[in-house]
């Protein structure tokens, strides 16, 4: 009874992550414990994409106290209920992870997760050469 309740959602969270890590799934914790080290295996720009993407929810979700399955990615990120200090959480964690300096309009008023995800990739320290001339157009 008491693991439907959305008190403990991240305690279940906590302990399925830590599960999967235990269970040998490298890869999904990686981007877990560290989006960069994730970001620096990265292939190509559609590969980075989707793993700041990923990370982006994931942080959202889990600030948010929202389920990945209850997330609409399509939707304009203030969907979600992102108030300005839960986005100077997300930017202070995007700084962090990705070293991408944003502000908090383009947080709030982005178009979507993957629209978001663009941004931090145009503007990301983190990403490998390689894929910065390949990757963003070079518009802002």
């Given amino acids: 009874m008491l ?3 959305p008190r ?3 305690l279940i969270r906590a302990a399925a992550v ?3 890590s235990k269970s040998g799934d490298q890869s999904d914790a990686l981007s ?3 989006p960069a080290k994730a970001l620096q295996q990265a292939q190509d720009p559609t590969q980075a994409h989707d793993i700041i993407a990923q990370a982006l929810l994931k942080k959202l979700c889990s600030l948010l106290m929202l389920s990945l399955e209850d997330v609409d990615v399509s939707k304009p990120i203030s969907a979600f209920g ?3 200090l839960v986005a100077i959480e997300v930017r202070h ?3 962090r992870e990705f070293d991408a300096g944003l502000q908090l ?3 709030l008023a982005s178009d ?8 931090i990739m145009h503007k990301s320290g983190a990403l490998p050469e390689g894929l910065k001339s390949s990757g963003a157009n070079g518009t802002s």
């Avoid at 979507?112 to 941004?119: E, K, Q």
């Fill in 32 to 34: 877990l414990e560290s």
């Fill in 105 to 107: 309009l383009e947080i």
């Fill in 82 to 84: 992102l108030d300005s």
């Fill in 93 to 95: 964690w995007i700084s």
């Fill in 8 to 10: 403990f959602s991240q």
């Fill in 3 to 5: 693991f439907r309740s």
């Fill in 18 to 20: 830590s599960a999967s």
């Fill in 112 to 119: 979507s997760v993957s629209g978001l995800a663009g941004t």
